[in-house]
């Protein structure tokens, strides 16, 4: 499904970044460098799934056998439709690696997988090819699953033939599930890269496209709850969840896009302002909270050297992992150093990798040097929330 749509993570940030993960799930593993996910919403599906083709479409299709034997068709099927799930987020990425944008982890759901791109495409042609590559791949399957079922009914073999069969058909239905213009899906990032290429706005084209996803998500949850009032409960929930899912990427695809354009060009130095309150490296915390937390508002100070390094942001949290006994003999310089090196930027960074670096962090502000290490300057989320406000507003 959706290849490269979700959160806005870590671009060109200090290595590291990216590893805080807000989507929950179990850990597979890596290849090719991509770190793997599944979605905890994965298991229910495939519950669900497996149980329907054990208890109704096996026997319906294929009756007389045992029902240990319907359950293993149901789970083989079901695991064999997980890789092709996997083959298909791995034709998306193994693209969009090869144009140069990394895709540092994909957390797979039951019927598409969402990648974590470290940025969008800087073209609409590459934007095409990504987005081609995975229904290709489904394309691929399909055909492979329906020759494997036509061997097995050849060698006599109904239940693996009827198993292939499946999988031949499901994989066709993801391709043409995907081929639905809107996005996040496949279709929608295509229908985005052409119209992309037309218009050469890729704000607009997102805008266009994800309405088509929106729309078409609630058209999805709609059909869930009919279903389920109709007492295809199983059905019914997988279309609902599916539906909520998208819903949320479409809306925030927008967002993003927007942001992005918004912040193309402005750098962390053009936002940030000038820390009109340093604490000295070497001074102990007991006057640190004397002198700065408790006779100014803020809670948080950046800590610089003699020389006006950065040593880091002493945070009021920051305070409680000290014990107060400890206060006079632990230096403001030696707490901060400790703390989080992520939290600064260089002044030329782009504005739009710092909003990345403050919401995975979930922090509040960024230290902001120059190339000496020298504290230039603050830049506070609310600073940058504010700039993308303003302009929202004077644009719409
Ligand atoms: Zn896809």
Redesign the pocket.
Known sequence: ???DDKPPLPGDPPSGQGEERSRPGVFLGTLRGIRFYLDYSWFFIAALVIYSLATYFFPHELPGRDAAVYIAMGTVATLLFFLSILL??M??SVVSQRNGIPVPSITLLFI?GIAEISREPDDPRTELKI?VA??LVSIFLSALYALIAWGCSLASFPEGGLVFQWLASVNLFLVIF?AIPGYP??GGRILRALLWMRSGGFRQATFITSRIGVFFSWALIALGIFAIMGGEWGQGLVFLVIGVFLKSAAESGYTQALSKEILDGVRACDLMTQPAICIPADLPLNLAVDDYFLTNHHVAYPVVSDEGHFRGLLRLEHLKSVPREKWPYTTAGAVAEAQDSRLVIPATSSAENALRILLVAGQGRLGVVDEAGQLVGILTRHDLLHYLQIHTELET
């Open positions: 499904m959706n290849p298909h987020e034709g998306h598409g987005a995975g229904p995907n899906l496949d």
